[in-house]
């Protein structure tokens, strides 16, 4: 039972990951029209995520800024970043599903074979 369990989560992660992969392949080749280099937009994201604001807002400002232009621009870094955050949802849920395999035995009496 425990190796279906990490099969399940094992898969999980990857696909998670393929998503991430194939998402930014596809939109790493979108142009950048404001000129900046992806380093200097990640400096003055890390920049700014040193003060108070949040990382979001931080990206509102980058937005604002020039850093990323609107449109396809856009389109592509906020779909690059959700893909990213889908790691987080499969790492919970890897998480959740170790923690109930350890759980149910305990709430149900039972001892697993």
Same mark, same amino acid.
């Given at each position: 039972m425990i190796l279906i369990l990490f099969?399940? *989560?094992?898969a999980i992660g990857l696909l998670a990951q393929w998503h991430v992969?194939? *998402?930014?392949?596809?939109?790493?080749? *979108?142009?950048? #029209?404001s000129g900046h280099t992806g380093a200097e937009a990640a #400096? %003055?994201?890390?920049?700014?995520?040193a003060s108070p604001t949040s990382a979001s807002s931080s990206m509102r400002n980058c937005w604002a800024? !020039?850093?990323?232009?609107? !449109?396809? %621009?856009?389109?592509?870094?906020?779909q690059v970043l959700t893909a990213a955050g889908w790691t987080y949802v499969a790492a919970f849920?890897?998480?959740l599903m170790y923690f109930l395999w350890h759980l149910l035995p305990l709430l149900t009496g039972r001892q697993r074979n």
């Open positions: 099969l399940i *989560t094992l992969k194939r *998402t930014y392949a596809r939109h790493s080749r *979108t142009p950048v #029209q #400096q %003055e994201i890390l920049r700014q995520a800024m !020039g850093f990323i232009q609107a !449109g396809s %621009e856009r389109a592509a870094v906020s849920i890897s998480s």
